[in-house]
């Protein structure tokens, strides 16, 4: 599960800092009352980055990834990196 988590940090990034989203922050906060039209942007992007990566966890979290045993090779993870000559 961490694996997942941290191979989505990078596409969940570009998402969240896309150019639409900052030409439309740069809209709002050229407008008459960009203070209100700002905060009201900035709690509505967080809220619903909030709810997607809610769900997100959810149902990855529900998703049976292992559904039976996995075959070990015995060998720890460390033995991977050591090279024993």
Known sequence: ????????????????????????L???????????????????????TVVVVGVSVAVFTAIDFHPGPTPCSGRPWSGWSSHSG
């Open 26 to 48: 740069v809209a709002e906060l050229l407008s008459r009352r960009y203070r209100a039209n700002g905060l009201a942007f900035f709690i509505g992007w967080l809220l619903a």
């Open 1 to 24: 599960m961490g694996a997942l988590i941290v191979g989505l940090i990078a596409p969940a990034l570009g998402i969240l800092l896309s150019p639409l989203a900052i030409m439309a």
